[in-house]
């Protein structure tokens, strides 16, 4: 007898939200963003929010959700490359440390 065993979906997610103005001169620093890390992000479920949103139906159809970074700042001039590489950072050390 063959034994089908079904997982969960697991999805992992991350965000990065910026209005990027290019006519304005001052770039946008990492002091600029908003900075949310992990199960932290847990906490816009039902707020109305794209992420609470994507949360709240990720819930109902029983997902696995594995977060790593919401970054948000103001529309504002271009982001500093750092700012970019230290996202993209946090999401990877969630990404490689959770298992298939």
Sequence with gaps: MVQIVMRKKRI???RFYH?????????TTTSDFQW???D????ATGDASPLGGMLEYAQRANWE???TADVAAQPSGLIQ???FDD???AF???LTTTEA
């Design 65 to 67: 959700v594995i977060p």
């Design 87 to 89: 996202f993209w950072a």
């Design 81 to 83: 490359n750092q700012v």
């Design 40 to 43: 932290a992000m847990r906490a």
């Design 36 to 38: 949310i890390y992990g």
């Design 92 to 94: 990877q050390r969630v």
């Design 12 to 14: 992992i997610v991350g």
């Design 19 to 27: 209005e990027t103005h290019t006519f304005l001169p001052q770039q």
